[in-house]
């Protein structure tokens, strides 16, 4: 043996699966054929074909929007509080029970880390129903007045970074809150979802109450612009999500928005060093990097700069890239080529803008889409990767010389969807989270997730919460009375 | 021997200031009845940039200060307006044309929103935030924080309107550029002098009069604004202008009625929550 | 506060090296004082994370081997015996009689008074401090308590390397360090240090315990790993075993972060040891990756990294016998010491 760091493959067998050939769209409680030109879903690490997908067309999203409707008003609508929340516990053991094959499922179709999926995605995806399951029936304390009301069919357009997950954090509160729902995932990550319409079969949930569309922008827009929906919500880039804004304007429809963010991660001389490395390792290369609140920008205090980065760059010489099923992978496949497209131009800008690029040193598997973990040192202020979300396994380092300067850089982006700050001193940490113009705040720690704690942006992140009690609220409306006499 | 009437001039109140405004145009503003009251400042699309700089400015230390301390300023401002409360229903009753009694019941209420308000400045952060036990070992708690600057459109219903719109945004810390009633800003001018006598810092509260449908737009598309109350803005073109307000993604109220409510606070509030460590070791 | 006459320290050549020549408690303090927090939370997350890697196969069969080549083969008990220590030793020597291919362990541990009975026992095998053979490992300085006075620890010590003993696992005064006493800690450990030297010049290879379940805090364990390594410690080892908890994953993570520092800085290697509580394969693996991916693979040898075990090599010999039989073995087929 020539190297114990050089672990065996331990891959995870795709055994457990059992997938299809292709697969339909999923309307009132079956799957049926869409309308539009089927598509191939491929693993982004081989580049292989993994199913074909139907493609929903407008009539398919009449269709779907329409046995929600149906569904709302004949069904869910009708059932208690507590039943709608037994049916969202069944869904959450179910997910527990085939959590390893969901898992291998989305590692195949999106290309992260088993590890991640198995450890992170899927856990959470069975805490999210579990924890809004709880709520169906308690909807009377969410801070909204007496007996809330369901909103009616929601549409939910989700992407392809935590495909699974992100779909728990959207029907999960929805379905608890009394409305229907038609769900859109990702074109390149619609496995997941689909499985999970097995497992309403299995849950026997009512027919129609949860709906999934598989498609590419065109059906989401017709989704999201479908006058008989009620809610709208999404998740995804900032561009898209303006014009979602500005095409639910005027309708009534209410409207919650997860989009970018260019969150910083700063670190102050007096941080807990080695933690505060790996904060910075999971802020930015969690999920290579294919997160909305990774932390992009790493601040680090003059002071300290080098010592940082050198033990960042020592601390990235360990992370292994390679095969997402391989149980000790650290570093998947970039989701798509459109996507590694992106991440080489923008990194290629900052180099050509001059900062300093480094790039840890890994094998690029032949197939597939791969980008090895890279940091831009001296990253100045007004460069493009310092300003633009990158979504992939770059970090930009910047630098400041005082709290006040770190505060005013964080801030300094249309953005303002997480932040991180590390420090050993409490009342620093507290005075800092208090300035910092970001919806999520990490302190000591980065990337966490829970399905109590609410989640969601100030400025151009978007608005509305998902998480929490908090994540209620954007599918209920309030019975508090509105313009009380005084 | 008869007293000569002193007629007071109205002008725009941006940054605790009173300038008129930059275009030099003014419009008449008159009775229910016709007749001539007054010459208002016809606010540009420069003053409601001034505005808004003012309220950027003034932001960070309105947020900052206590919410005991903006509690005290709004309670502040209720205590000036009993005190002039005979003007104001004078005010009302000529421009409004409405009897005495019914200006009275609307000063009242004037002042009761305010008094209201003011007692939520060190509560609804209570009550709109939350402690969240997350599985792990973690400190977690959500804060609504003010979301930063918020343009207004204010119902015509002069004081009162003026007063529901301005109250709960100012309170949690956020500041506003708010575009008085076209037609009965006098008494949104009085309230600025209210206000200016009061301890809320310049430039908290921002008031233009003139053209909602010409100085919205403006404020709808301004990219240093956070957020956009078009309460009053039933007769605009107020698709328009939550479409230009989806270009930097501001929080929007449509139109509708202003009656007190904490909703009306927290709208215009960011949910922050922050995690952190704990362990004894 | 009144400015008191700076204690100079035992002039230690490391910490003349690295705090400069005006050595006293002040200075060590305050470098002791100043080095990075520990985020406990952080620390233990990294730590599981390591304890996810799945080692399997061509890899799995070597750390198997390994981890016997860095097991310390303890016995510490009060009820120790000639025969005891005679019977560890010939189970040192031949930990699975079915299977020659076995390696050795690296030292057997125990109690002064024992060490000429494993030198015995040994005879050539005896590896005196070299890298062939076993090499014999005692506690000393009123080990586990630590609790008399110097002389005695040091006569503790002396005796122990006069009657051959290679290594000496030394405790440190868990009193004095959390009573602020860095000063008096550190010269013991130079006065110990110094205990192991024989007359021909070499010394017994010194490992300091720093019972890190009675320091407490990931701060306190940093503090005693860089104070006991400026001080000349050869090895910082996690604990006696008679305190728990003893060895954890988070602790020897950071003992492992600190070495690396330490080489970051000197360029020199230190060993860790964690000891007590490590009592499976899979367990001790997960430590092998955690020293792999933390301070490097070369420290992957006896001379940088132990265990200190009694029950793990059994445990090891079973997964041995599994891989080479393809079959699951059972406590029958291994001996006991």
């Not at chain 1, 030109?37 to 292989?48: C, D, G, H, L, N």
């Not at chain 1, 509080?81 to 969901?102: P, S, W």
């Not at chain 2, 956070?226 to 202008?241: I, K």
Request: aromatic share 8%.
């Amino acid at each position: 043996m020539t190297s114990f760091l050089e672990y065996a493959p331990a891959p995870e067998s795709t055994a457990i699966l059992n997938l299809k050939d292709s697969y339909g769209l999923f309307i009132d409680g079956e799957f049926v054929a869409g309308h539009g030109t089927p598509f191939a879903t491929i693993s982004p690490a081989t580049e292989k074909h993994i199913a074909t997908i139907a493609n929903a067309n407008a009539a398919d999203v009449d269709t779907a929007v329409a046995a929600a409707r149906r569904a709302y008003d004949k069904t869910w609508s009708k059932l208690s509080g507590a039943d709608r929340g037994k049916y969202l516990f069944r869904i959450a053991r179910l997910v527990q029970e085939r959590a390893r094959e969901l898992a291998v499922a989305e590692s195949l179709d999106n290309g992260k880390p088993i590890k991640e999926s198995r450890d992170v995605d899927i856990p959470l995806v069975a805490a999210w129903f579990f924890y809004y399951a709880g709520w169906a029936d308690k909807l009377d304390y969410a801070g909204l007045g007496a007996a809330p009301r369901a909103l009616g069919v929601a549409a939910q357009v989700i992407p392809w970074n935590f495909p699974l997950l992100m779909l728990a954090w959207k029907i999960a509160p929805a379905l608890a809150a009394g409305n229907t729902v038609v769900l859109k995932p990702a074109e390149t990550t619609p496995l997941s979802a689909l499985l999970f319409a097995e497992i309403l079969q299995q849950a026997e949930l009512p027919a129609g109450v949860v709906n999934i569309l598989t498609g590419a922008g065109d059906t989401g827009q017709a989704l999201v612009q479908h006058p008989d929906v009620n809610k709208v919500a999404f998740t995804g880039s900032t561009a898209v999500g303006r014009a979602i804004a500005k095409s639910v304007a005027g309708t009534g429809k209410k409207l919650t928005l997860e989009l970018g963010g260019k969150a910083a991660n700063i670190v102050f001389d007096d941080a807990p060093i080695d933690q505060a490395v790996e904060g910075i390792v999971n802020g930015i290369f969690f999920n290579q990097g294919h997160v909305c609140c990774a932390g992009s920008r790493l601040l680090v205090q003059e002071n300290v700069h080098h010592e940082v980065v050198d033990r960042l760059k020592q601390r990235l010489s360990t992370l292994r890239m390679g095969d997402p099923l391989d149980k000790n992978t650290d570093i998947g496949a970039i989701n798509s080529r459109e996507q590694l497209d992106r991440i080489r131009e923008l990194s290629d800008i900052g180099e050509a803008e001059g900062a300093e690029r480094w790039t840890a040193e890994c094998a690029i598997p032949e197939n597939g889409f791969w980008f090895a973990p890279t940091i831009f040192d001296n990253v100045s202020t007004s460069s493009r990767i310092a300003r633009e979300e990158i979504f992939g396994p770059v970090l930009s380092v910047l630098t400041f010389r005082t709290p006040a300067e770190a505060i005013s850089k964080a801030n300094n982006t249309p953005y303002g969807l997480s932040a991180g700050i590390w420090s050993d001193k409490g009342s620093k940490i507290l005075a800092v989270a208090d300035e910092l113009k970001a919806g999520v705040i990490w302190a000591n720690t980065f990337n966490r997730f829970d399905p109590a704690s609410p989640f969601g942006g100030f400025k151009e992140s978007g608005y509305g919460r998902e998480g929490g009690r908090h994540g209620l609220a954007a599918y209920l409306t309030s019975t508090v009375l509105q313009g009380a006499a005084l | 021997m008869t007293h000569l009437a002193v007629p007071k001039t109205y002008k725009l109140y941006i940054g605790g200031k009173f300038p008129r405004s930059e275009s030099g145009r003014t419009y008449e503003v008159v009775a229910r009845d016709g007749s001539f009251l007054a010459n208002a400042a016809k606010a540009s699309r420069k003053d409601a940039r001034d505005a808004v700089v003012a309220a950027r400015a003034a932001q960070p230390g309105w947020a900052g200060a206590t919410g005991y301390n903006r509690g005290q300023v709004l309670y502040r401002i209720a205590e000036l307006l009993e005190g002039r409360r005979a003007q104001f229903v004078l005010e009302i009753t000529s421009t409004e044309g409405v009897t005495a009694a019914a200006a009275g019941k609307q000063v009242d209420a004037a002042i009761d929103t305010w008094v209201w308000y003011a007692g939520w400045a060190d509560k609804y952060v209570q009550v709109a935030g939350n402690a969240n036990a997350v599985s792990g070992p973690y400190f977690n708690i959500s804060v609504p924080e003010p979301t930063g600057i918020v343009a207004i459109v204010a119902p015509p219903d002069s004081l009162l309107g003026l007063v529901s719109v301005v109250a709960p945004a100012i309170v949690s810390g956020n500041t506003v550029v708010v575009i008085a009633s076209e037609t009965a800003p006098l008494s949104a001018i009085s309230l600025a002098e209210v206000l200016a006598t009061s301890d809320v810092p310049g430039g908290v509260i921002n008031i233009l009069t003139g053209s909602a449908a010409e100085i919205a737009p403006w404020l709808a598309s301004h990219a240093d604004v956070n957020a956009l109350d078009l309460t009053g803005a039933e007769s605009l073109e107020w698709v328009d202008l939550q479409i230009a307000a989806a270009d930097t993604l501001k929080r929007v109220r449509t139109p509708g009625d202003f009656g007190a409510s904490l909703d009306r606070i927290v709208g215009f509030t960011e949910t922050k929550t922050v995690w952190h460590t704990k362990s004894l070791i | 506060m009144t400015i008191q006459t700076p204690v100079a320290l035992a002039p230690a050549q490391r910490a003349l090296s690295v705090l400069g020549g005006d050595l006293t408690e002040r200075s060590l303090r305050l470098h002791l004082e100043g080095l990075s927090g520990v985020d406990a939370v952080g620390l233990e997350q990294r730590a599981a994370d390591l304890g996810t890697r799945s080692i399997k196969t061509s890899s799995k069969a070597w750390a198997l081997d390994r981890i016997i080549e860095l097991i310390d083969l303890t016995t510490l008990e009060g009820a120790d015996t000639p025969g005891k220590v005679r019977s560890l030793v010939a189970k040192a020597l031949t930990p699975d009689a079915s299977d020659v291919t076995t390696p050795r362990v690296a030292a057997v541990c125990v109690y002064g008074d024992m060490v000429p009975y494993a030198v015995a026992a040994l005879g050539s095998a005896h590896a005196n401090g070299g890298p062939n053979g076993i090499n014999v490992a005692a506690v000393a300085t009123a080990f586990p308590s630590g609790r008399a006075s110097l002389r005695v620890k040091l006569a503790d010590t002396a005796d122990a390397v006069a009657a051959g003993a290679d290594e000496i696992d030394m405790v440190i005064d868990r009193g004095a360090f959390l009573s602020g006493r860095y000063g008096q800690v550190f010269d013991d450990i130079v006065a110990v240090k110094d205990a192991c030297r024989r007359d021909n010049g070499t010394h017994a290879h010194l490992k300091v315990i720093l019972e890190t379940g009675e320091l407490n805090t990931y701060d306190n364990v940093r503090r005693a790993s860089w104070l006991a390594i400026l001080a000349g410690g050869d090895f910082i080892k996690t604990s006696t075993g008679k305190v728990a908890p003893a060895a954890t994953l988070p602790v020897t993570l950071l003992m492992l972060e600190v070495v690396r520092d330490w080489h970051r800085l000197t360029g020199e290697h230190i060993g860790v040891k964690p000891a007590g509580g490590i009592r499976t394969s899979k367990d001790a693996i997960k430590y092998l990756v955690t020293v792999a991916e933390t301070a490097g693979e070369q420290w992957l040898t006896p001379s940088l990294f132990r265990f200190g075990a009694s029950s793990l090599l059994n445990d090891v010999l079973l997964q041995r016998q599994k891989i080479k039989t393809g079959h699951y073995s059972g406590p029958d087929y291994v001996t006991i010491d």
